[in-house]
């Protein structure tokens, strides 16, 4: 008697639940900082995020797909947590429940589920707050040690760990409107300035990327790809003209590059398979990124980037190929 089923037919000790859990404990330097930084408002919405992501996927999945819920996988919990990563820490509650309907209802089980999507679903979620809640997705708190008052502080009835009473622009906004000398490159790798809970500190993320490559759970190729380009591109605008294009070094560390290039472009299933195509969609986003970054209208393009070299991943694997297992090489 033979059992047919699909590939894979040969196993090894990584599991989907162990990757997840590899990139959560990788994002743990990250949330540590936006704790530090926005406080425990950074840690309502996280949790909001994840607490969401996880009861919409279990819902379609048993009430509308009528399959065995999987979210024992941690799939659901590591979306919430790129998610909330991904928005500023005084968004309102509903507005994080929406994003996390749209990451998982549209990004993910609407194509299938795990392993079927074609967009990083919680860029999905993001990018449909940015479009739909423009003024509340830009509304960006002061960390708070940059503040006036300290957190336990109240003057005139405002608190000093109130969100909503201070704001402030991101480097990237600093940059569009002339003027990045507000932050210096120290304060940027630390998260000492505005933006959304996990795009900070460089610092942090950069932890995070070692422990990945420790694990071998991603490959040096999209992230370097992405981050190289960037600074090539970049690096010629500012000598072309230094005083209206910032460095490739403000590039490299302003707002969700490092984030979007270590945690959301190196994702599996909407990223390409072979290590050439993966320079190549690497160098995609970088180059649209600038492009957005300098010479659009939105301040960030990272999300933007990802989500369209996200479509083209599929010509790319058609083109560049692994080669088939048991192969022979062509003669000559």
Not at 7 to 36: C, E, N, W
Not at 46 to 65: D, N, R
Not at 77 to 91: C, D, M, Q, V
Not at 285 to 304: L, Q
Request: aromatic share 10%.
């Amino acid at each position: 008697m033979f059992t047919v089923s699909p590939a894979p037919h040969a196993k090894g000790p990584l599991s989907t639940k162990r990757l997840m859990r590899d990139v959560i404990i990788a994002l743990i330097p990250a949330f540590l900082v936006s704790l530090y930084m926005f406080g425990l408002s950074a840690l309502f919405i996280t949790l909001v995020s994840i607490a969401s992501c996880v009861f919409f996927e279990w819902t379609i999945q048993k009430f509308v797909m009528k399959i065995p819920p999987a979210i024992s996988d941690s799939s659901a919990i590591l979306t919430g947590l790129l998610l909330a990563f991904n928005l500023p820490s005084n968004l309102p509650v509903w507005m994080v429940i929406m994003g996390s309907l749209v990451a998982i209802g549209v990004g993910k089980m609407s194509f299938g589920g795990l392993g079927n999507n074609i967009f990083n679903p919680a860029l999905a979620g993001r990018v449909f707050l940015l479009i739909s809640c423009p003024a509340a997705m830009t509304t960006w708190p002061k960390p708070l040690m940059t503040r006036d008052m300290w957190p336990w502080q109240i003057v005139d009835g405002v608190s000093g760990a109130s969100a909503d009473a201070f704001t402030g622009a991101t480097p990237l906004v600093w940059m569009k409107m002339g003027n990045v000398s507000e932050l210096n490159a120290m304060d940027m790798l630390v998260g000492k300035m505005g933006g959304s809970l996990g795009e900070i500190s460089a610092v942090a993320l950069l932890i995070g990327f070692a422990y990945l490559l420790v694990r071998q759970v991603i490959t040096w190729h999209i992230p370097i790809s992405i981050l190289a380009t960037v600074a090539v591109f970049t690096g010629i605008l500012h000598v072309a003209d230094p005083a209206h294009y910032a460095s490739p070094v403000f590039h490299l560390l302003a707002g969700g590059l490092m984030l979007g290039a270590i945690f959301m472009a190196t994702d599996y299933v909407t990223s390409p398979m072979h290590p050439k195509g993966m320079l190549v969609y690497g160098a995609g986003i970088g180059v649209i990124t600038v492009v957005i970054r300098c010479f659009g209208s939105y301040p960030e393009g990272m999300s933007f980037a990802i989500l369209i070299m996200n479509a083209v991943t599929p010509l790319i694997n058609r083109y560049m190929k692994p080669k088939r297992f048991g192969a022979v090489a062509k003669a000559k």
